[in-house]
Nanobody, 130 residues
C-alpha cells in the first residue's frame, strides 16, 4: 500500500522560499506520476506541478519559473522547491501519486484532473504573508 507523508510547510514572508518534501513508501513502480496539489480555504483543489517517471514535468501557469518539482536519487522522496513565494500561494499542499500504466501525457493531464490521482498525503500548510 502506497503511503505519502508531506513536510516542510510553514509561514514565510512574500519573496521567501520553502521546500516541501513528500516521502513515499510502498511505492516501487517502473511508471508513475507524482504531483503536488494545493487547496486554499473556500477554493477548489488545484494542481501545482506533476512529475512523471521519465522526468517530464508540468506546472500550473502561476508557478512556472518559481516552483520546481523533483525527485531524489533513491526515488523515495519528491520535492517541491518554492521560490519567490506570493500570498496567493497560501494553501494546504498535498502530495499525490498515480501508479500503474500511466503515460506521460496522462500525468500532465492530471495537473487539471486531481481525481485521476490514486494516493494522497494528508497535506502540509503553507502560509505566505505580505
Amino acid at each position: 500500500q502506497v503511503q505519502l507523508v508531506e513536510s516542510g510547510g510553514g509561514s514565510v514572508q512574500a519573496g521567501g522560499s520553502l521546500r516541501l518534501s513528500c516521502v513515499a513508501s510502498g511505492y516501487s513502480y517502473s511508471r508513475y506520476c507524482m504531483g503536488w496539489f494545493r487547496q486554499a480555504p473556500g477554493k477548489e483543489r488545484e494542481g501545482v506541478a506533476t512529475f512523471y517517471s521519465d522526468g517530464t514535468t508540468t506546472y500550473e501557469d502561476s508557478v512556472k519559473g518559481r516552483f520546481t518539482i523533483s525527485q531524489d536519487n533513491a526515488k523515495n522522496i519528491v520535492y517541491l522547491q518554492m521560490n519567490s513565494l506570493r500570498p496567493d500561494d497560501t494553501a494546504m499542499y498535498y502530495c499525490a501519486a498515480a501508479v500503474g500504466p500511466v503515460v506521460s501525457v496522462g500525468c500532465r493531464q492530471r495537473l487539471r484532473n486531481y481525481r485521476g490521482m490514486d494516493y494522497w498525503g494528508k497535506g502540509t500548510l503553507v502560509t505566505i504573508s505580505s
